[in-house]
């Protein structure tokens, strides 16, 4: 039972696997400042960088610790501060402020990052729904110009945000290949509307690409693994192809370790194309520093409703592979992190 002061929350107390890693604790319930709301959590979705985040190897997110772990959240904005007012009383999807503090009972959120929980959605759906669709959404319409006609590859395409690409490139005429580890995945691949899926463990993709596209190659790789993958995906890619950077699901390291020689861009005649999910109401931080760019809060609203109207016409949908309580959280992400899960694995509250 919680007091109107303090709350629950998954703590990283020390590195190392998530259930080493995280302790439950309480503490003071959370503030809202200026442009901020706070979000009584009914539900929240797991992501990899959470696993790295216990690891400690996560140079992006790596506040002091202990800290309270988790990013991605759905509830009712109980609170809000002073030009975020408009929110209070309405379910949300929602990104934690700076990337932690959401494996709690209330998390603030920068209402830059913070959008109606689509109606058609219950909780669970709404909580799996946020993060795969907006960056698959940013990846193959508003970086990589994906059209009708063309063909992508799709790594990890029983993942979240993979499953969630597949869809969406399915719904855009796009012919759909996919990379998953074992039949199952693979099945579940097919069932979301990849054309061809291909399993990375028995053989090595870059043939079976080759051969399903009658060594033409892919128009786009939508590249969430990084790492060797990436490095081989360059041989997927048919002139003017363009590789789409999403993430790095096969090891975080990669995210700042040389990876291709510019002989490969060059040659291969390909673009390399950089997506990241940040959106700011604050015309300050939209260009805070040299090299980080984040996106104003319009275009995060133009992808709201296109991903509206999709999920009105039936034509994409949340995969949710899991749904633990909120006790089960650590053992959930141990899960994540020996790649034994499929979709996304949702914390109820």
């Not at 503090?101 to 909580?127: I, K, N, R, S, W």
């Not at 296109?306 to 959280?329: C, H, M, N, S, T």
């Amino acid at each position: 039972m919680q007091s109107d002061t303090s709350m629950r929350a998954w703590r990283v107390f020390r590195y190392g696997r998530p259930s080493e890693a995280l302790r439950l604790d309480r503490i003071a319930v959370p503030e809202p400042g200026p442009g901020e709301v706070r979000v009584r959590t009914c539900a929240m979705a797991l992501n990899y960088n959470e696993i790295d985040g216990c690891h400690g190897r996560y140079l992006t997110v790596n506040p002091p610790i202990p800290y309270t772990l988790g990013m991605e959240v759905t509830g009712t904005v109980d609170a809000a501060g002073p030009g975020a007012e408009r929110w209070v009383g309405r379910r949300v999807i929602a990104c934690a402020k700076r990337a932690y503090g959401g494996y709690a009972d209330f998390v603030v959120a920068d209402a830059g990052m913070v959008f109606d929980a689509p109606a058609q959605l219950d909780d669970t759906q709404a909580a799996a729904f946020f993060m795969p669709f907006h960056l698959a959404w940013l990846g193959l319409h508003q970086r990589g110009g994906l059209k009708s006609g063309e063909t992508v590859l799709i790594h990890a395409g029983a993942g979240g945000v993979g499953s969630a690409a597949i869809q969406l490139a399915n719904a855009a005429g796009a012919r759909v290949l996919a990379t998953a580890g074992g039949p199952v995945k693979t099945a579940k691949c097919l069932e979301l509307g990849a054309n061809v899926a291909i399993d990375y463990l028995a053989s090595d993709f870059v043939p079976a690409v080759l051969a399903a596209t009658d060594g033409r190659g892919v128009d786009l790789v939508f590249d969430g693994v990084g790492g060797a993958v990436t490095e081989a995906s360059v041989r997927c890619l048919k002139l003017y192809g363009r590789l789409l950077m999403i993430g790095f699901a096969g090891g975080i390291e990669a995210e700042d370790r040389p990876m291709l020689t510019p002989r490969a861009i060059m040659f291969g005649s390909i673009s390399f194309i950089g997506v990241m999910l940040a959106y700011t109401a604050d015309p300050r931080m939209l260009n805070p520093m040299p090299g980080i760019h984040i996106q104003p809060r319009e275009v995060g609203e133009e992808v709201q409703r296109a991903l509206d109207d999709l999920l009105a016409q039936g034509r994409i949908k949340p995969f949710v592979g899991k749904v633990v309580g909120f006790e089960e959280l650590p053992a959930a992400l141990d899960e994540m992190d020996q790649r034994l899960t499929m979709g996304r694995t949702v914390v109820r509250v």
